[in-house]
C-alpha cells in the first residue's frame, strides 16, 4: 500500500506543476507569411516570403484581463526552423511587436507612429531550429490601454516568416 501512495503522490506532484503551467497562458499558433499578389487576378503557385519554414512558432500570452507585472507577456515557442537547404538553423530570428494605438489616462492618446509607443525588435536567438524566447514589457504606468498590436516574426535574412493568422490543415 505504502508504494502505491508514493507512486500516486509522485505522479500527483509531476502533473500540478504541469497543469499550473498551462493554465496561465493563451496560444496563437501563427502561420507562415505570404508574398503579396500585386494582382488583379490572383498569383499561382502561392509564394512565402520566406525560404525558411518552421514545424511550430507558439505564440504564448498571458490569460487574465490584465498584464502582470515582473511577468512575461508574450512567449515565442520556436520549432523545426529550417532552411532552404532543410537543414535546422543555428542563427536568429527577430521578433517584432507592435504596440498598436497606445492611450494613458494623464497623458492621452499617442499619435500611432510616435516614438514613444515603438518597441525595439527582439533577437530570438535559434539552437538546432529551437527557441523558447520570454518577452517583458517594460514597466508600463496603470491605466494604459493598447489597441491593435501585432506580432511578426522575420527571418535570419530580415523577410517575414510568420505572423498571426489562420489555415487549415493541408
Do not use: W
Not at 531550429?129 to 530580415?158: C, H, L, M, W
Amino acid at each position: 500500500m505504502r508504494p502505491v501512495l508514493r507512486t500516486l503522490g509522485l505522479l500527483g506532484s509531476l502533473a500540478v506543476p504541469a497543469a499550473a503551467l498551462a493554465g496561465g497562458y493563451n496560444q496563437t499558433y501563427l502561420v507562415p507569411a505570404i508574398k503579396e499578389c500585386p494582382g488583379p487576378a490572383s498569383c499561382v503557385p502561392r509564394e512565402f516570403e520566406s525560404s525558411y519554414t518552421f514545424d511550430a512558432i507558439i505564440l504564448r500570452s498571458p490569460k487574465g484581463k490584465y498584464l502582470r507585472s515582473g511577468k512575461p507577456s508574450l512567449i515565442l515557442d520556436v520549432r523545426g526552423v529550417r532552411d532552404a537547404t532543410h537543414a535546422l538553423v543555428n542563427d536568429s530570428l527577430t521578433l517584432i511587436v507592435s504596440s498598436g494605438r497606445v492611450s494613458l489616462p494623464t497623458l492621452g492618446t499617442f499619435p500611432d507612429d510616435s516614438s514613444l509607443t515603438q518597441v525595439a525588435p527582439q533577437s530570438v536567438p535559434l539552437r538546432n531550429g529551437r527557441a523558447k524566447f520570454p518577452y517583458k514589457t517594460p514597466p508600463i504606468p496603470n491605466g494604459i490601454i493598447t489597441n491593435g498590436s501585432s506580432v511578426e516574426v522575420r527571418d535570419p535574412q530580415g523577410h517575414r516568416l510568420a505572423v498571426i493568422g489562420s489555415q487549415s490543415k493541408p
